[in-house]
């Protein structure tokens, strides 16, 4: 074991399962190991590296803002944020702001904003669906096994199927507070949600009286293949959940608010880091960075292709092959982790998504010839002999 791997299994919390391979340097789509090893990256952060590990302009942005003022919290104004802010609202449509460090922290200011806003106590999410691990970000996540050892979570919090609008329907009452769901179903195994289903969300949330919150933590910044995942569905909604990539990897969330949920009363909600001046340089300098890279739509014609060039990989254990922009999964029909562990030694890094889905997110700067590399590797992996596994259920 090296030095590094020894420090961190002996002080770290023990809440992460970590793969053995000390990642030290980045450049684009590439990540190299403390050996030297190099790998493509298809984790891109876990989606805080849309921009490519190593960009030039945020690099020089962040230094630039570290010699100039590194903190200073929301009670004074600040160029950056300020140019951030306006940044923000001009692409998203959405007139107000409010700035923290994480998505789970987007998402609890946007539950607190839409009680607050409209005087309700419950909140509607989707079966399968993340939004994070803090306790009100947690108690709209899905999945029983980061929910049962923190129980009782918020009260308030009910579950419906994903795309299955009559569902929703049904559960939106006088008491909803709000709706949340992502665009595309990211950690709950990449399931893209139906335009009629997010649209007819939206509409259901406007007639009734609640507030329609869109979590786009992992799906904002280019990753579907438009700026944001909204904007393919041709709706706004009244509450926007940002992070991850906003600032080229430095932690920063978003929450953009819509004219529906009025003015928020002063001391509300706030955060001593939220629109931090660094952070707020990374975020200007990352969004430049995008347009000129054209990162959504080489997103959209690279996604596209990977997406082809997946479902064209022969193996009786892929069950489906799914995904949006450069948001992609392969489900299998056996545990993805021993794939992924394959897949890391022979240079390929990927995620999982659920028990049984690999998960592509790479940094959108990835080349095809970077993503052609990792479908062969795919393919050759798939071929190989494994341990004997139960079948995953569908
Ligand atoms: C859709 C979605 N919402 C919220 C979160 C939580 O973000 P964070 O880990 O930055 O708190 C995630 C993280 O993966 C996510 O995918």
Not at 105 to 116: D, H, L, M, N, Q
Not at 122 to 139: D, N, P
Not at 155 to 162: I, K
């Amino acid at each position: 074991m090296t030095e590094t791997l020894e420090l961190e299994a002996r002080y770290s919390s023990g809440v992460y399962v970590k793969r053995p391979v000390t990642i030290v340097r980045g450049e684009g789509a590439l990540l190299w190991d403390e050996q030297g090893r190099q790998y493509v990256d298809c984790v891109g952060g876990q989606g805080t590296a849309n921009l490519g590990h190593a960009n030039p302009a945020v690099t020089a942005a962040l230094t630039t803002q570290a010699q100039r003022l590194i903190a200073c919290p929301e009670i004074f104004p600040n160029d950056q944020r300020a140019a951030l802010m306006a940044r923000l609202s001009q692409l998203t449509g959405l007139p107000r702001v409010f700035l923290c460090n994480s998505g789970a922290e987007s998402v609890e200011a946007a539950i607190k904003f839409a009680r607050a806003a409209t005087g309700r106590p419950e909140i509607i999410a989707a079966r399968r669906g993340f939004h994070g691990r803090t306790l009100g970000a947690l108690s709209a996540t899905w999945n029983q096994a980061y929910r049962e050892p923190f129980e009782p979570l918020v009260p308030g919090f009910r579950h419906v199927p994903y795309n299955h609008l009559e569902a929703l329907s049904q559960a939106i009452n006088e008491n909803t507070a709000a709706v949340i769901l992502e665009a595309v179903q990211g950690e709950g195994g990449v399931h893209p949600g139906k335009p009629e289903y997010l649209q007819g969300a939206a509409r259901l949330c406007q007639e009734r009286g609640a507030l329609f919150i869109l979590d786009e933590v992992q799906t904002g910044f280019g990753r579907t293949g438009r700026m944001f995942a909204f904007q393919h569905y041709d709706l706004r909604p009244d509450l926007l959940c940002l992070a991850k990539s906003i600032a080229g990897g430095v932690p920063m969330g978003a929450t953009l608010i819509g004219e529906r949920v009025g003015t928020l009363p002063a001391h509300i909600h706030g955060s001593t880091f939220g629109g931090n001046p660094l952070a707020c340089a990374a975020a200007l300098a990352t969004l430049s960075e995008l347009e000129r890279l054209d990162l959504p739509r080489r997103a959209a014609e690279n996604g596209a292709y990977f997406l082809a060039q997946l479902r064209q990989v022969r193996s009786p254990l892929i069950r489906e092959v799914r995904g949006v922009g450069l948001l992609v999964g392969v489900e299998l029909r056996r545990k993805a982790a021993p794939f992924l562990q394959m897949l890391m030694e022979r240079g390929v890094l990927a995620l999982s998504a659920g028990m049984n889905v690999i998960r592509f997110l790479p940094p959108l700067v990835i080349s095809r010839e970077q993503l052609d590399c990792v479908v062969a590797t795919l393919t050759q992996v798939l071929a190989e002999p494994v341990a004997e596994q139960e079948t995953v259920p569908a």
